[in-house]
Antibody, heavy 123, light 107 residues
Framework: EVQLVESGGGVVRPGGSLRLSCAAS????????MSWVRQAPGKGLEWVSG????????GYADSVKGRFTISRDNAKSSLYLQMNSLRAEDTALYHC????????????????WGQGTLVTVSS | DIQMTQSPSTLSASVGDRVTITCRAS??????VAWYQQKPGKAPNLLIY???TLKSGVPSRFSGSGSGTEFTLTISSLQPDDFATYYC?????????FGGGTKVEIK
């Protein structure tokens, strides 16, 4: 069974940092691009960042560019999101999601999604 | 960025009704659109990609259509399990964007 499990969320003060992780299982992780998508409480979906299957290409939403860094460790079947200079508006449930295209860019449609890890930025 | 304007934001319907949700893109995006269903407290689930390709295992009462700037998701006969929030997403540009969502409620 294809599974994505996020971790690393928590409460952090404005200006602080967090590193999210996404553990993948049930598929050949190094053959698929991945993305992070967030959902603020009671709000819609917002794409945050994506990475290609080999890590050679990355992309970021304007709202996080320069503050967040996406990376992956194919040997560990894991995806990461380093979040610096956090703001109150970054408060959200962060999902990792797979681009189901073989050797994809990570920025197509998504299937499946993980359940998410909650990040709360508050003083 | 490409904006995706989804309507309506809320829809009240009864079991058996035909339901249509619309997404309009701020510029032409060919057929690079996906649709998702999300239930409270759950992750989104893919329904349709490339505007009209049904994901394997998704009931055939779901269908998608459109190209260019206007896209629709249709549920031919609403079932109790279909009450949820639906999102469109464009992937024409690497700056991916989602519609604001349509909540389908019981009438």
């Amino acid at each position: 069974e294809v599974q994505l499990v996020e971790s690393g969320g928590g409460v952090v003060r404005p200006g602080g940092s967090l590193r999210l992780s996404c553990a993948a299982s049930g598929f050949t992780f190094d053959a698929y691009g991945m993305s992070w998508v967030r959902q603020a409480p009671g709000k819609g979906l917002e794409w945050v960042s994506g990475i290609s299957w080999n890590g050679g290409s990355t992309g970021y939403a304007d709202s996080v560019k320069g503050r967040f860094t996406i990376s992956r460790d194919n040997a560990k079947s894991s995806l990461y999101l380093q979040m610096n200079s956090l703001r109150a508006e970054d408060t959200a449930l962060y999902h990792c999601a797979r681009d189901p295209n073989h050797y994809g860019s990570g920025t197509n449609w998504f299937d499946p999604w993980g359940q998410g890890t909650l990040v709360t930025v508050s003083s | 960025d490409i904006q995706m304007t989804q309507s309506p934001s809320t829809l009240s319907a009864s079991v058996g009704d035909r339901v249509t949700i619309t997404c309009r893109a701020s510029q032409s995006i060919s057929t690079w659109v996906a649709w998702y269903q999300q239930k409270p407290g759950k992750a989104p689930n893919l329904l349709i990609y490339k505007a009209s390709t049904l994901k394997s295992g998704v009931p055939s009462r779901f269908s998608g259509s459109g190209s260019g700037t206007e896209f629709t998701l249709t549920i031919s006969s609403l079932q109790p399990d279909d009450f949820a929030t639906y999102y469109c997403q464009q992937y024409n540009s690497y700056l991916l964007t989602f519609g604001g969502g349509t909540k389908v409620e019981i009438k």
